[in-house]
């Protein structure tokens, strides 16, 4: 089942030309083609976060967290969870934009692999956050389909949310606004066509070592803590998919 996505549509605009269909049906498509490459943006993170003590393990050099593993890992976790088996050619019509995503997941892992494999070095900095940021920029190379983590206390300049992705962060923050629920909107960027759709995540008992209490003390990394409990909104994923005219 999809989950639940608050579709809103930009004044004055009545069609949305895809070469995938009609504009009724194509406005549909890619809305569904956004929630699936969030989702394996999400699965890849799940399993980094997974492993993330196999990562910081500083008395072992091969650890096994290899391209070919993580890739393996999402191609099964979302053919369970959607029914769409990217193993096979051509099974959907988008799947090239899926295995392209797949494809940079496994880059950035394989970018990794001196890190994740030094010896002696326990915090290595490879967090599902980076790689979810790194993966979100070979993707934008491969694709043009622009993907990026934000949330209001980030980190990382590359995360700070533009005005749009405020507005809408601002919206998930309020407790009026269902849980979990999506926000898309079709608009303009750049003078092009886009889908744009962000999805809030939630603080998780998992990242509370880094972003929880006591607010202002240090984490791993040196970075002050923000003060998170969990449930707490700690941010979302962001992506700008255009729209084929």
């Known amino acids: 089942m999809r989950r639940q996505v608050l579709m809103i549509v930009a004044a004055g605009m009545t069609t949305i030309s895809l070469a995938w269909s009609t504009p009724a049906r194509a406005a549909n498509e890619a809305e569904v ?6 989702e394996l943006v999400k699965i890849g993170s ?3 976060s997974e492993h993330q003590a196999t990562i910081n393990d500083a008395a072992k050099a091969e650890k096994g967290f290899t391209a070919d593993f993580v890739a393996n890992q999402v191609m099964e976790r979302f053919k369970k969870q959607t029914k769409i088996d990217l193993r096979i050619p051509n099974v959907v019509p988008q799947a090239n934009y ?8 496994r880059n950035v892992v394989d970018e990794a692999q001196p890190v994740i494999n030094r010896q002696g070095v326990g915090f290595k900095g490879f967090l599902h956050a980076v790689f979810a940021r790194r993966v979100g920029e070979h993707f934008y190379k491969k694709t043009g389909v622009r993907m990026k983590l934000t949330g209001i206390n980030y980190r990382n300049p590359n995360n700070k949310p533009d005005d749009f992705e405020q507005e809408v962060l601002r919206m998930f923050n309020d407790p009026r606004h269902p849980k979990g629920q999506a926000y898309v909107r079709n608009t303009t960027v750049d003078g092009r066509s886009v889908l744009r759709m962000i999805d809030p995540e ?5 990242c ?6 006591p607010k202002g003390e240090r984490d791993i990394a040196g970075i002050k803590k923000e003060g998170w409990k969990e449930g707490d909104l700690a941010g979302a994923i962001s992506l700008v998919l255009p729209l084929k005219q």
């Open 98 to 105: 899926y295995l392209a995503l797949v494809e940079a997941e």
């Open 208 to 213: 509370l070592s880094c972003h929880g209490v």
């Open 46 to 48: 799940g399993v980094v």
């Open 202 to 206: 939630y603080a998780v008992a998992s």
């Open 33 to 38: 083609v956004a929630e699936h490459l969030i």
